[in-house]
Every structure is written in C-alpha cells, then in structure tokens.
C-alpha cells in the first residue's frame, strides 16, 4: 500500500475479527469510527480517547504530544475543534500512513519534539484460520525513538473512554472501571453497572498492556465540571510522567456544567538512551455478547436472543488473555500471509486491490451467530447494515471468502440450499428464515440463483469434500431445474421469461447475462451429476447448453458483443437493448474462475470482452452525465456499467446503468486477463485503485450501495486470474498458469488445504516450479502447469 500522509483524510483502516465489530485508525492515527454494537457507527468518536507522549531532557526539559498528526481544516463545530477531541492538545506536524492488511503503520514525525513515533497496529488475520481470525481484539504497539543527543524519560499514556452504556451517554453513574492485573497484564476493565449478560445490550471491554516496567494507571479520571478530568489527567501525566490514581479536586467553585466521562488511562515510562528506540505495547478487547435472532437490531429487545459467535471466547479479559498467551504465533501467522501477498511479482496496485477489500470481511458487513453460521449484509450504511440476507446476486462475484475462509464461503451455501430453497425450486435471495423474519416478497433473482449452482461446484473442487457436495445437490438440482419451467417457459433453451436480477430490476428477453450464468450453471450440474452417477441428469444440462448457447450466439450477438434480444423492447422500462453490458459474459468469468471451460463461442466471447473495455472504461468522467448514483466523477477513470456505441439508448435505460462499480470492474478485469488482454484488464484495476487513493476516498472502503460493499470481493478473481490458480481438492491437483512475469513469477494462492507461494522461473531447459508452503499440508498434492 502507498504511503499517505496526514492530508488523507479519507483513510480509515479496521481493526477487529471476522464478525467482532471494528475501531478505526484514522490518517491522523486517531481511533475513530467505533462499531462494536452489532451495528455500523460510521463517525463515532469515543471520547476522551487518545494516546499521548511524554520526552523529558537530562536537565528537565519536558515535552509532550499527542501521539497523533495534526488535525486538519475546516474546524467547524459549534465549539471550534470539539474539546472531547482533545483539539487543542499539540501534535506531531506530519504523519505518514500505510497499511498492508492486517497491520497499519504510521510515522509521526516534529522538528520541535526530539522525538519520532511510530505505530503499529493489528487484529490478527490469518488465512483458513477462522478463529483466531475472529478474536475481538487489536494490539497498538507504540515505537518511540529518540532523536537528541541525550537521554530521554519517555512515558506514553493511553486514555480510554467507558462505552458499557453508551445508550445513555456513558452516564459515568452506570458505569465501572475496574483497575485488573495478572501475570500477563495490567489495565483498566471497562464494565456496566447492574447489567449481566442476560441483557440484550451488555458490554465491556478491556484495556491493558503486557509491558512489566513502570506501568502506572487511573482507574476513572476524577468526577469534576466543564474541562476538569482532561485538565487534571494532563497536569497528573505531563508533571513526572506518571499516573496517580484515586486523585480528587477539592477546590471551591460551581459545577454549572458536569463533563465526568467515564475516563480510564494507562501509562508506560521508560529510558531511552540516545540514538535509541524502545517499544510501548497496549492491547484493546470487548465482548458484546448478544444480538437480536433477527437482521434488525432494536434497543429495547430482550427477547428472542443469539449469541455473537466470538463469544465462545469469554469476556474482554478471557479473549485478551488468550491473544496475549498466544500473541507470538498471532502475529508471525498474520505478518507471514501479508509478507506473502506483498511478495507476489504483480503490479503493486493489483496487491492493494486484493488486500485492501478483505476489509469488507471483517466490517460490520458480516457477522457470524454461535452456532458458526455466517451472514452478510451487502454493506453498510452509516448507522445500519444495508440491504441484508447474504444477497445472492451481490456475492455471486465474489471470490476473496471462498479462498481465504472457505468454511464460511460453505456455511453461506448451506443457508442458501437448506434455508431458503423452496420445494418448487425458488430460491430467496435474502437470506431472513434462519432469523424467522418475514420474507420479501421479491421474485427469485436469476443471476442469483444460478450462480448458487456454480458457486457449489467451486466450493466442492476446492474442500473435496462429498458429504458437503451430496447434502446440497438435491436442493441445488431443484434450483437449476426451476430455470427450466419458470424463465425457460418454450423450452428454447435460452432464458426469455421475467429475470430479476442484481440491478434491482428484471430484465426480459434474451440477456447474455443471464444466459452465461445459466449455462455455466448447467456445466457444474452436469459435472456434478456426472460423479453422482446420475448420467441422465448430466446428459440432459449438457444437451441443453450446448444447443443454448449456439441460438443465444447467433441471436444476441452482433460481431462486436452480445446485445439484449426482445421484442418491441421500448414497452418496458430498465432494459438495455442495444447497449453494451459490462455485465454481459459473467456467467463466463465465473466459469473460468470454476474452471468450466467455455460455456459461450470462444471467439465470440474474446471479442465480446475485448468491446467491453473499448467502449465502457473511461479514461476520465468530465465529460459523462450522470443522472444515478456516483462513484466516479471529475478526472476520475473507470467503467461503466453499460454504454449504447450503437445508439439506440432507452429513454429511461436500466437502474444505475451510467454507474461505476468497483465489484464489475474486478469482474471485468479479471476476465479480460481471462481472455488474454492483460494489460487492458490491469488498466482497470490500476484506475479503481487510483480512485481509492486516501484522499478522495479511503484505500480501505470501497463503496457501492454502503460501505466495505461486498461485490468489492470480486478482486481476489483478480489474483486468480493472473496465476491461473485453481484447487481441485477432489482429484489433488493445483493448477497454474501465470501470465505475467512468467520468467521470474512468485504469487500467493490459497485454498483448503494450506496457503503459501509459487514460485516459478524460465531457463534454457524448461521452467522450474515450486510450492512454498507457509500454512496448511500439500502432502498428495500435484502440480499441474497450464
């Protein structure tokens, strides 16, 4: 990831498991955006809370900070830089961010301080390793170095504000901070006061450190008016570089105005000689135990309770306490799989794309329930989760979970077939049975539902495992078969009935969209049945690709890329007609991505793909109007989702046609790779990225209909593509074919078995191929170049 520096106000880098909730670091290094109630919190800043430093001379020279860049204009609350944002504390001048998920590092440097500070921060991450990947847990490790010709005092403090009630503004009376100290730590323990876990909205959470030097601490900033538990926490630090708990204010005056956050602080001293660097370590943990059995999250319900998966791990102690005795491992693990993607020979903006999006996994996007099912929003809103149910068509582009996690790529599988797969076949495509909330009512989704069917397929090729593939199939075969009498109804072999679909719209007639999808649906079904021994089966979805895709060849596409067929198209609304669909051969590319083969003319399909670049990327959005949403603008590049280069536009064309998707331009690029256009597919990448640059939006967020919006997800079929990876865990084969670099290649792939890196280079007498394995067992394993 580039560095950025503390101008990049768009930047926010999640902290926090898989299905924990989150806390933010800002470009600032100031935590923020805190989201750990079951909900998004978009621009909640705790209060009171910050990290500061303390440099004292040999002679008594003091300085102090906090451990922060400066904050940036315009100040515009109604009390200037809000006092609980400690806006008038000093701060370092310059600051540079980077992030290589899952850690962040920032340098905070000032000619007037003699100083230089760094920060580390991490929740751990670690491929196939659901768990500990899901600890609700970070660790800050402050690095300050001294600069001066003389030996430094160094204290670093940390302040932490209760949220156990934050419903009713952490009343500093409904809360306890509670002082906590073993063996392997000390800290502040954050409670409620009369609350137990049989309430809906308990919470706690923990902050400590491991360090064993002089650690001092307030338990609770004292109880004063106005500015009285900042003022005094910074008199008390600044003065010796130490805490002094149990401190009080006795002094006579009013208290017109009570501001006593429930504050809780610790503090670190050390010396650091001159030249030298020493290290502050904090940890912060939290246990919200409950959620609604429901995808809406109200305030006042107690009943009809589920419990979060992460807390089989206990309280914020029992969590911290298990990240602390395993804090080695957890961190070699995570910095071993962000080393390995860091090391791939593909571009750096390529990098970027695939790590930066895994955020969305471990966003307020996705939760998990005790019993280890996984759910998924589409995004987020500010507040809210947006547009919920594990929404079929959104995830049908996504790649990055079935690598990384495929037991909860495989726990979406299940809900999809053996939840909400009626016996006719439909399909709901929002996930609500599970939680018993009232269905829809929408019609099945057909993208969706197809693409369930491959996306079984991939998951069996990649676990090997039968008795997952034999659970699913007969509800999945009455999903593919659905196709065949409600949008099939002449038995034509080509979809031409009602198709709704993932632009919230149906589409009528002949679609490449839709068709691509359902032959590639009925190439898994056929493979599937045919190791199932239901040769009938296999042979009728083979017959009925095959002649599909030869009419839908000859009546959709027009020598360029394939058109919408239907007749007299101006009577119905959002549809595309002539257009040219960015969306157009995705049935293919997941296919590819499967290892399908070609479900459409070969030929036709590369040109196809190709007339999807030539037409819908834009090297620049000044000159396009756009009446929808927008994701792209001003000197922006990016791809459309559809363009009319024949004419012919609808008066009012299909719902957000003139938009810009981060998740089809993956799709696409990744197809275009596909295809053998590597540099067009990598020009897409590259100005997806450009765009999430840090200072107009955040590396980290990639916005589609909410934040860390799931289709983003699609970028890991970027990598694939690239590599040529593909897992048959069925028959023991890891396939290859890199398309770039091919003389000196090194690439990271993952799936089931283990993760780690390819290595591959060319000589005189042939190409030398290897497996790094850093995670997992290949043992019985073939490689296989392509």
């Not at 100031?30 to 909900?39: A, F, G, H, M, Q």
């Not at 004063?224 to 005094?232: E, I, K, P, S, Y």
């Not at 759910?375 to 049908?396: I, K, L, M, T, Y």
């Not at 996504?398 to 077939?417: C, V, Y």
């Amino acid at each position: 990831m580039k560095n950025l520096n503390e101008n990049a106000a768009a930047s926010r880098f999640l902290l926090g498991g898989i299905g924990t909730g989150n806390v933010s670091l800002d470009n600032n290094a100031r935590l923020c955006d805190i989201e750990l109630w079951n909900n998004p919190n978009k621009g909640y800043r705790s209060p009171y809370t910050f990290f500061a430093v303390r440099a004292e001379e040999d002679g008594g020279k003091v300085y102090s900070r906090a451990l922060e860049s400066r904050l940036q204009p315009p100040f515009m609350h109604a009390s200037g830089a809000y006092v609980q944002d400690m806006g008038g504390i000093s701060r370092f001048k310059h600051s540079i961010m980077k992030g290589d998920l899952p850690f962040v590092h920032f340098t905070l440097t000032d000619d007037n301080i003699p100083v230089t500070a760094e920060l580390e921060a991490f929740s751990p991450f670690i491929p196939l390793n659901t768990d500990d990947s899901s600890l609700p847990v970070f660790k800050l490790r402050y690095t300050i170095k001294n600069n001066s010709q003389k030996k430094l005092t160094v204290s670093v403090a940390g302040s932490i504000c209760n949220l156990s009630n934050i419903a009713n503004n952490n009343d500093p009376e409904s809360c306890v901070n509670k002082f906590v100290k073993s063996d392997d730590y000390q800290g502040v323990q954050f409670l409620p006061l009369n609350k137990t876990e049989a309430n809906h909205d308990y919470f706690e959470m923990a902050f400590l450190t491991t360090e064993k030097g002089n650690v001092t601490y307030l338990d609770k900033w004292i109880k004063g008016a106005w500015f009285d538990g900042l003022q005094d926490f910074w008199n008390d630090f600044t003065k010796d570089g130490e805490l002094t708990p149990g401190r009080t204010l006795n002094y006579i005056g009013n208290s017109l105005v009570v501001n006593s956050a429930p504050v809780g602080s610790l503090c670190v001293k050390k010396i650091i000689e001159c030249g030298q660097s020493e290290s502050f370590e904090f940890i912060v943990s939290w246990y919200h135990p409950n959620r609604p059995k429901s995808w809406w999250q109200s305030k006042d319900q107690d009943k009809n309770v589920i419990r979060n998966y992460y807390a089989k791990f206990g309280s914020s102690l029992k969590s911290a306490s298990y990240f602390i005795a395993n804090m080695n491992r957890l961190e070699s693990e995570s910095r071993k799989f962000s080393n390995a993607l860091n090391s791939c020979t593909l571009p750096d903006y390529v990098k970027e794309a695939v790590s930066a999006t895994i955020t969305v996994i471990r966003s307020n996007t996705c939760f998990r329930v005790e019993d280890g099912t996984f759910f998924a929003w589409e995004g987020c809103n500010d507040n809210s989760g947006s547009c919920d149910g594990n929404c079929s068509h959104v995830w049908n582009y996504t790649q990055t979970l079935a690598f990384l996690f495929p037991e909860l790529e495989r726990s979406m599988r299940k809900t999809e077939f053996l939840y909400e797969t009626e016996n006719d076949g439909r399909q709901n495509f929002r996930a609500r049975k599970y939680f018993s909330d009232a269905e829809h009512g929408m019609p099945a989704a057909a993208d969706g539902q197809l693409g369930t069917i491959i996306r079984l397929y991939r998951d069996w090729k990649l676990c090997g495992d039968d008795n997952f593939l034999r659970q699913m199939w007969p509800s999945a075969k009455k999903a593919l078969e659905y196709a065949f009498t409600n949008w099939d109804k002449d038995s034509d072999c080509i979809l031409e009935a009602q198709q709704h679909n993932t632009y919230d719209i149906e589409f009528y007639g002949a679609s490449s969209m839709i068709n691509s999808i359902f032959y590639a649906a009925l190439r898994a079904g056929e493979e599937i049945c045919k190791y199932l021994g239901d040769n009938d089966s296999a042979q009728k979805y083979k017959q009925t690709y095959e002649t599909g895709a030869k009419k839908l060849d000859s009546l959709c596409f027009n020598g360029e890329y394939y058109e919408q067929k239907l007749d007299e198209i101006n009577k119905y609304k959002y549809q595309y007609g002539k257009g040219c669909l960015s969306d157009q051969l995705l049935g293919q590319q997941l296919a590819h991505v499967s290892g399908l083969g070609y479900v459409l003319n070969k030929d036709n399909v590369k040109r196809a793909v190709k007339s999807i670049y030539t037409n819908n990327f834009l090297e620049s959005f000044d000159n396009h109007n756009n009446m929808q949403r927008t994701y792209a603008l001003n000197d922006d590049g990016g791809l459309l989702l559809c363009s009319w280069p024949k004419g012919e536009r609808p008066e009012i064309p299909f719902v957000y046609s003139d938009e810009v998707w981060s998740g089809i331009e993956y799709q696409v690029a990744s197809h275009l790779i596909y295809e053998g256009f590597i540099d067009e597919g990598l020009k897409i990448v590259k100005a997806c990225r450009e765009r999430h640059d840090g200072y107009k939006r955040s590396p980290w967020n990639e916005v589609e209909c909410g934040h860390h919006y799931a289709r983003s997800l699609a970028s890991y079929g970027v990598l694939l593509a690239l590599t040529g990876f593909r897992c048959d865990a069925v028959n023991k084969t890891l396939y290859f074919k890199p398309v770039i670099n091919e003389d000196n290649f090194t690439a990271f792939f993952c799936c089931p078995a283990g993760w780690g890196l390819y290595h591959q280079n060319k000589t005189s007498e042939g190409i030398n191929s290897e497996i790094e394995t850093l995670y997992g067992n290949f043992d019985g394993y073939k490689i296989v170049i392509i």
